[in-house]
């Protein structure tokens, strides 16, 4: 089992399993990656509804903390929320629920350390 050094940008504990099935937690690391969102009017609903489309974009400080944090740790995921994950496509990372705890409430799920969500 090949061990990956995980980095948590959110400002929880994200719990996550292994494949074996070893539950561990990883911590807020201390830095915070945002993102800021962008709607995006697509049209109106017959009902008079607006229907938009939300892209989240990085903010200045954000990127450049993550910089400092990509080259201070090669090779880790950087974990963020899916929101990050959106703005920093391919350097930062959403989890994956594991197997089985993909419809726990957030608070009793628990996290693949094998697979992550990428935009």
Not at 83 to 95: D, E, H, K, N, S
Not at 109 to 117: G, V
Request: net charge positive.
């Amino acid at each position: 089992m090949k061990i990956i050094k995980i980095i948590n940008t959110t400002p929880h504990t994200i719990p996550f399993q292994n494949t074996v099935g070893v539950f561990y937690e990883v911590r807020p690391c201390g830095v915070i990656i945002n993102a800021r969102p962008v709607e995006e009017v697509a049209r109106t609903h017959s009902s008079g509804a607006k229907l938009v489309r939300t892209r989240f974009v990085a903010d200045p400080g954000s990127e450049e903390a993550l910089a400092k944090l990509e080259q201070e740790n090669p090779n880790a995921v950087i974990v963020g929320s899916t929101a990050a994950a959106q703005a920093f496509p391919g350097r930062v990372y959403a989890p994956v629920p594991a197997p089985g705890y993909e419809e726990y409430p957030p608070e009793k799920k628990r996290m693949r350390d094998d697979k992550f969500m990428v935009f």
